[in-house]
T-cell receptor, first 110, second 112 residues
Framework: GESVGLHLPTLSVQEGDNSIINCAYS??????FIWYKQESGKGPQFIID?????DKRQGQRVTVLLNKTVKHLSLQIAATQPGDSAVYFC?????????FGQGTELSVKP | NAGVTQTPKFRVLKTGQSMTLLCAQD?????MYWYRQDPGMGLRLIHY???????AKGEVPDGYNVSRLKKQNFLLGLESAAPSQTSVYFC???????????FGPGTRLLVL
């Protein structure tokens, strides 16, 4: 079946280091992807998105890379800060709806 | 702007009881969504609405009903709650399609 999944359920990084969160998708027809951040006890918050006609998109301290050949999506966070600690979800557009992955918990050590 | 708000924040129900979760948005968004989130899982779409007076089924609609009588409000109803409906429920809205969905803070529901 089609699914959106994450390679690692947890990721621990040192403050100031760069973080890379990965996501695999199986629907080669997906044309839109989004990364969300969810802090404890809160709703998901939009971080960045990318369309399938792009390979890379940059935001403030975040970069999303899309590799359509291997159906892989990644979120890079530069100079990770304690406030980046959260669960990160990727989502793909499928049939007009968003399908969310399971999430990766990012923990930032001071 | 308050964005997307949800009431109540937390509720405990007994099996068989009914309740309604309210979602309100003040961004004049056309699209609204209800998701549930279970431990270790991503969000799953229950129902959604592409405009006032319209609703459609999502991925896991069974046991839920929705109504969108006003553009700013999207109600999620549980007619006869079951323990399997214990979850955190999130409402979201977007201006069009699904490009950027803005989420509410969630409602924690426990069904005993």
């Amino acid at each position: 079946g089609e699914s959106v999944g994450l390679h690692l359920p947890t990721l621990s990084v040192q403050e100031g280091d760069n973080s890379i969160i990965n996501c695999a998708y199986s629907n080669s027809a997906s044309d839109y992807f989004i990364w969300y951040k969810q802090e404890s006890g809160k709703g998901p918050q939009f971080i960045i998105d990318i369309r399938s006609n792009m390979d890379k998109r940059q935001g403030q301290r975040v970069t999303v890379l899309l590799n359509k050949t291997v159906k892989h999506l990644s979120l890079q966070i530069a100079a990770t800060q304690p406030g980046d600690s959260a669960v990160y979800f990727c989502a793909e557009k499928k049939g007009g709806k968003l399908i969310f992955g399971q999430g990766t918990e990012l923990s930032v050590k001071p | 702007n308050a964005g997307v708000t949800q009431t109540p924040k937390f509720r405990v129900l007994k099996t068989g009881q009914s309740m309604t979760l309210l979602c309100a948005q003040d961004m004049n968004h056309e699209y609204m969504y209800w998701y549930r989130q279970d431990p270790g899982m991503g969000l799953r779409l229950i129902h959604y609405s592409v405009g006032e007076g319209t609703t459609a089924k999502g991925e896991v609609p069974d046991g839920y009903n929705v109504s969108r009588l006003k553009k700013q409000n999207f109600l999620l109803g549980l007619e006869s709650a079951a323990p399997s409906q214990t979850s955190v429920y999130f409402c979201a809205s977007s201006s069009g399609g699904i490009q950027t969905q803005y989420f509410g803070p969630g409602t924690r529901l426990l069904v005993l």
